[in-house]
């Protein structure tokens, strides 16, 4: 399999070019596109976060736990209702660096094997969708031009384990033991498979529900464009029935609707008599 730093010069490759990109033809601004090519090039590392002790993971988990608190800090500041000030926002940085650094590094290293499920498509899938939540900011463009960088960094890891595990003897092509171990939807073990798409569910109904796919406002629903607004159920007015003749009462005006039928005008003027001369 390609070693570590295949990974990260065929991601940070992969990510200048994507900035590039992002920067003169998609429209973003050179910082924005300087910060998609960067996050870009760390994820091609984050699949081999299954390594356990390996410098690799020590590396990608130094690097996690010095970048993800600065996009998680307002989203637990906000969540635990904790004041808004320096000091808070300080304290929160160091107990996340802390959490991701060790607990979570440590947590990953005993429940997860080399290969697993970390090397999936799935996976791919919850790191860009935990990018895009976690990008600061209400803009939608910057969250997906973020989680597009992701998962392409993460992608072109799993492509280059791929293209590793193809031997060439010649004329004669062997695949390793590693072969469609990256590249994949599943694993061969039950729960692992069964957590990954539990959280794969999860996060792509956090995003598509804070994109505002999933939540849809009650005018646009079928019974309310059926319906004018003059005629809709709050301003319209009762229709009042037309009083009935009685019959002992003879005949009876006309409604006050009715109106009265006028005379057509003649079609054709009546030609004058010739008039007579006294003789």
């Not at 429209?27 to 300087?34: A, E, L, V």
């Not at 791919?124 to 992701?150: E, H």
């Not at 193809?166 to 990256?182: H, P």
Request: overall charge positive.
């Amino acid at each position: 399999m390609a070693a570590f730093r295949e990974h990260i010069t065929f991601s940070t490759l992969i990510g200048a070019g994507y900035g590039v990109v992002a920067s003169t033809v998609l429209g973003f601004s050179p910082t924005q596109g300087i910060l998609a090519a960067a996050l870009t090039g760390m994820a091609g590392m984050l699949p081999d976060v299954d390594l356990g002790t390996g410098r690799p993971s020590r590396e990608i988990f130094g690097v996690l736990a010095a970048i993800a608190p600065m996009f998680l800090v307002h989203h637990v500041i906000r969540y635990l209702k904790l004041p808004y000030d320096a000091e808070t926002i300080l304290l929160t940085l160091i107990a996340l660096y802390f959490i991701i650094r060790y607990g979570v590094a440590r947590l990953i290293n005993r429940l997860s094997v080399h290969r697993g499920m970390f090397h999936s498509i799935p996976a791919m899938f919850i790191a860009a969708d935990i990018a895009y939540l976690g990008y600061p900011g209400p803009n939608i463009r910057s969250k997906i031009l973020i989680a597009t960088g992701v998962a392409v960094g993460f992608l072109s890891h799993l492509i280059l384990d791929e293209i590793y595990s193809v031997e060439w003897n010649g004329v004669a092509v062997r695949l390793k033991k590693s072969a469609g171990s990256a590249l994949k939807i599943a694993g061969p073990r039950f729960v692992p498979n069964v957590f990954t798409f539990a959280l794969f569910c999860t996060a792509n109904f956090a995003v598509l529900s804070q994109m505002g796919v999933l939540d849809r406002p009650a005018a646009d629903s079928p019974a309310m464009m059926a319906l004018p607004a003059a005629q809709s159920p709050a301003t319209s007015l009762p229709v009042q029935p037309s009083p009935l003749p009685s019959p002992q009462s003879g005949p009876q005006p006309a409604p006050w609707s009715t109106i009265p039928a006028q005379p057509a005008p003649p079609m054709f003027q009546q030609a004058q008599e010739p008039r007579r001369f006294a003789n």
